[in-house]
């Protein structure tokens, strides 16, 4: 059974910097594309990054690009999002799910994301940014 498990989230002042991390068990990750979601309370859970399967290529949300790194380290079955000047918009819990399906194309600005597709979703780590 694909599972995801995300860890890293805090605390954090505005401008302040964050990782946060998203280990898979049951499978191996580097056969899928995955994303990072996060959900604001009372807000519908967005997408805001994803990385390739194939070349490690990624798409950012523009309200993240810029500020927002994702990667992947196969040898530890394990995506990152590493989270720099962060704003207190940037609150929510974040997840990371996996395109269970392959039809996202991950490249950069001609990134085709389908965040329907993404699924076996963690419990969520909380990010809170304020002073």
């Known amino acids: 059974q694909l599972q995801l498990v995300e860890s890293g989230g805090g605390l954090v002042q505005p401008g302040g910097s964050l990782r946060l991390s998203c280990a898979a068990s049951?499978?191996?990750?580097?056969?899928?594309?995955i994303g990072w979601f996060r959900q604001a309370p009372g807000k519908e859970r967005e997408g805001v990054s994803c990385?390739?399967?194939?070349?490690?290529?990624?798409y950012y949300a523009d309200s993240v690009k810029g500020r927002f790194t994702i990667s992947r380290d196969n040898a530890k079955n394990t995506v990152y999002l590493q989270m720099n000047s962060l704003k207190p918009e940037d609150t929510a819990v974040y997840y990371c799910?996996?395109?269970?399906?392959?039809?996202?194309?991950?490249?950069?600005?001609?990134?085709?994301?389908?965040?329907?597709?993404?699924?076996?979703w963690g419990q969520g780590t909380q990010v809170t940014v304020s002073s």
């Open positions: 990385i390739s399967s194939s070349d490690g290529s990624t």
């Open positions: 049951g499978f191996t990750l580097d056969y899928y594309a």
């Open positions: 799910a996996a395109d269970r399906t392959g039809r996202t194309v991950v490249a950069g600005s001609l990134s085709y994301v389908v965040w329907a597709d993404f699924g076996s």
